[in-house]
């Protein structure tokens, strides 16, 4: 078919997908093809707006290395990530019902999910409950503790969190030319579900600004930033895990996350407290906060 109008051109595109074998593949192509057409006619898209549209995504790729991956960051800042997020809790919930939800059987929701991020670093040192994640890291000591249970309410044992953070100052160990690990761990609930951790108050941060996200972010005139946030991915076994973060409520932000990660679900107080007896048991000699989060995790066996 040889396409003589905008019309036919669509549909030139689309007939090219009958040969595609993979039918989620052609699906997935069919829907793209359709959108960009329209998205491209809607705008009446200029040959000098699609040459920068063209710089702008090669841009994009360029500034990716093994540490910085500017996609994601582009995906996030345009809300895709997270509407993926989203989709993809809501698929795993299944029978269950949408997590952050009650589905009628269960007595609490299961927790809700938001971005990775790109912070994550695989293989962070076990540490039993009680631990200190970050000695050493720069910020305020905070003692970390809650639960981790089905969303029947029964304690989950031995369920893993994987936890990080940056710093007190918004500062990801990975940001730091040649440092190691900090503030990072996984540690296991114990017998009755129960977890608890030092580390410190985790402080609002911006997404690299040097690179075309940057620019973009520039150009619609929004800040770059992310509230206070510590990242955790919850798992234990016949329960489907969650990538969540908690935020730290009142942190600047909290109302425009840049990536649009903020529930409100998520979002937990962080009670202020003098210097002496921790409900650890350890003497601090120096002013602390505490923030206490229970995580559900919705069964995946029948
Ligand atoms: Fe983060």
């Known amino acids: 078919m040889t396409p003589s109008n905008e019309d036919e051109l669509t549909q030139a595109a689309l007939q090219r997908l009958d040969g595609a074998p993979d039918p989620r593949f052609a699906q997935i192509m069919r829907s793209l093809i359709t959108h960009l057409h329209a998205f491209v006619r809607e705008v009446d898209l200029r040959p000098e707006e699609w040459m920068a549209g063209i710089e702008f995504l ?20 345009l809300g895709a990530s997270m509407m993926v997020v ?7 919930s299944g029978r269950g019902g949408p997590p952050g939800r009650p589905d009628g059987r269960s007595v609490t ?6 971005v990775q991020g790109p912070y994550y670093w695989a293989g962070a040192p ?24 089905d969303t ?3 304690p989950l044992a031995g369920a893993l969190l994987d936890i990080w953070s940056g710093d007190g ?7 730091v030319e040649g440092a190691g690990m900090s503030a990072r761990a996984r540690i296991r609930t114990d017998a009755e579900g129960r977890y608890w ?9 911006p997404v690299p600004v040097d690179g075309p996200v940057g620019r973009m972010l520039a150009g619609i005139r929004h800040h770059p930033n992310r509230p206070g946030h510590i990242h955790m991915m919850v798992s234990a076994p016949a329960h489907a895990p969650v990538t969540t973060h908690l935020f730290v409520a009142g942190t600047p932000y909290i109302d ?19 210097a002496g007896r921790a409900p650890d048991g350890r003497v601090m000699d120096q002013p602390y906060w505490s923030a206490h989060y229970d995580f559900h995790l919705q069964p995946t066996a029948a």
Request: charged share 20%.
């Open 58 to 77: 090669t841009a994009t790729g360029q500034t990716c290395t093994d540490k910085r991956q500017e996609f994601i960051l582009l995906s996030d800042t």
């Open 86 to 92: 989203m989709l993809d809790q809501l698929r795993a």
């Open 109 to 114: 929701p299961a927790t809700e999910a938001t």
């Open 126 to 149: 076990e540490l039993p409950c009680g631990a200190d994640i970050a000695p050493g890291t720069p910020g305020e000591p905070t003692f970390y503790s809650g639960r981790v249970t």
């Open 152 to 154: 029947q309410g029964q």
């Open 169 to 175: 100052e918004g500062v990801y160990d990975m940001q």
């Open 197 to 205: 951790f030092w580390s410190i108050k985790p402080s609002y941060y």
């Open 256 to 274: 425009s996350d840049v990536v649009y990660g903020v529930r409100p679900s998520l979002i937990v107080a962080f009670e202020p407290h003098p």
